[in-house]
Nanobody, 113 residues
Framework: QVQLVESGGGLVQPGGSLRLSCAAS????????MMWVRQAPGKGLEWVSS????????RYADSVKGRFTISRDAAKDTLYLQMNSLKPEDTAVYFC??????RGQGTQVTVSS
């Protein structure tokens, strides 16, 4: 079955960086657009970024544009999110999601001094 396992979250100071990873299995990874979504405390899910199956056409929410970079490694069936210049408002649980399909369990990112 489809499995998506996120890692790389943690506590970081404002202005810091983190790199999230999402290990995928159980489906043809390179055939699917993949995305990152997040959920801040007390708020709904927010789309953050997406990338097509070929690793092209990355898209970003305005709130993260210029600070976050999405990428994928077809050989490792892994999705990444490089997050730079982190702000307290980026604090959330980050999930990777298969377009039209499954979502992982999430990884907590906390930006605080």
């Amino acid at each position: 079955q489809v499995q998506l396992v996120e890692s790389g979250g943690g506590l970081v100071q404002p202005g810091g960086s983190l790199r999230l990873s999402c290990a995928a299995s159980g489906f043809a990874f390179s055939r699917y657009t993949m995305m990152w979504v997040r959920q801040a405390p007390g708020k709904g899910l927010e789309w953050v970024s997406s990338i097509n199956g070929a690793g092209q056409n990355p898209r970003y929410a305005d709130s993260v544009k210029g600070r976050f970079t999405i990428s994928r490694d077809a050989a490792k069936d892994t999705l990444y999110l490089q997050m730079n210049s982190l702000k307290p408002e980026d604090t959330a649980v980050y999930f990777c999601e298969q377009a039209g399909g499954s979502r992982g369990q999430g990884t907590q990112v906390t930006v605080s001094s």
